[in-house]
């Protein structure tokens, strides 16, 4: 007897993991143009497959060209609505390319389908400061250090961003928002000055156990 329709999908959906998995390595060591080839063996492959489009669009991005990336990210979406990266990537794509707007509408979508993606969220709150409102940013940012603090201090990258007071001074904000905010900040800079001092302390000691 020939292999049944359920195990010739099992059979595929195998290839489809394992060609994944040689694109995102090929990706994670830098060797795009390999890893762009893969991609397109695989969307070839398995077409109906979401993600085979999506990673595509991955490697474009990385590759800069941004409209070839979007365009597969609305490949992706179509196949797989259900999906919130391509979305995310997409949401990139228009960032990197000024359309701001755009970007934060792909960023909500991505947000109903994933609303605890800490990414989605400080990329969120970051088109937010790029049009010059802080005060609708800073609660996206607090959710997502709620949801993980290391990983939202990794992205923030330059606490400045946040840490300084001087907008509230020309801000019209009530003074119950800004004592939100002020409470908020604290907690992620009082988080940050213990990494920091924890990353000191080790590197201390890693210095005078050299030393001996």
């Given amino acids: 007897m020939g292999e049944s329709k359920a195990e010739k999908e099992r059979e595929k959906f195998k290839m489809v993991t394992k060609m994944m998995d040689a694109c995102n390595k090929a990706m994670a060591q830098g060797e795009f143009k390999g890893a762009l080839a893969g991609c397109r063996k695989l969307r070839d492959f398995a077409p109906e497959y979401g993600v085979a489009w999506y990673l595509e669009g991955k490697c474009l991005y990385f590759m800069r060209d941004l409209a070839g990336a979007a365009a597969c990210c609305n490949e992706a979406i179509g196949r797989s609505p259900q999906e919130w990266m391509p979305h995310a990537l997409k949401a990139k794509c228009l960032f990197d390319s000024g359309e701001i707007d755009s970007a ?16 989605c969220l400080i990329s969120f709150a970051y088109c937010y400061i790029c049009k010059g409102n802080k005060k609708k940013a800073f609660p996206y940012i607090f959710d997502a250090f709620d949801i993980n603090p290391s990983q939202t201090l990794l992205l923030l990258r330059d606490l400045s961003i946040i840490s300084t007071e001087a907008w509230m001074k020309t801000d019209k904000v009530p003074e119950g928002e800004r004592k939100k905010i002020r409470d908020g900040l604290l907690r992620i800079c009082k988080f940050s000055d213990a990494v920091r001092g924890a990353y000191q302390e080790e590197a201390a000691m890693a210095e005078k156990s050299a030393k001996k």
């Fill in 104 to 119: 934060m509408g792909e960023y909500e979508s991505a947000l109903k389908l994933k609303p605890d993606s800490v990414e």
